[in-house]
C-alpha cells in the first residue's frame, strides 16, 4: 500500500481528525456532568477510542509530511 496521499486525501484527514478531536473533546466534558455510570463507562470508552484514532491519524499525516 501507497503511503503517498494527494492533496484531496491530506485533506480528508485533516477533516476527519478534527472532527475526532471534537467529539473526543465532547465525550470528556460530558463525563463531568453524567451521574449515570454505565453511560460514563461508554463515555470514557468513547474519548480512549479517539485518542487511539488521532494518534492513528497524525501518523498517517506525519508519514505523508515526511
Not at 473533546?25 to 477510542?49: C, G, N, R, Y
Not at 487511539?52 to 506525519?62: C, K, N, R, T, V
Amino acid at each position: 500500500m501507497s503511503t503517498t496521499f494527494g492533496m484531496h486525501e491530506t485533506l480528508e484527514l485533516h477533516e476527519i481528525a478534527a472532527f475526532k478531536t471534537v467529539c473526543m473533546t465532547k465525550s470528556k466534558i460530558m463525563q463531568v456532568l453524567i451521574s449515570d455510570p454505565d453511560l460514563k463507562e461508554i463515555l470514557q470508552q468513547d474519548a480512549q477510542l479517539s485518542t487511539i484514532h488521532l494518534e492513528e491519524l497524525q501518523a498517517l499525516l506525519f508519514k505523508r509530511n515526511s
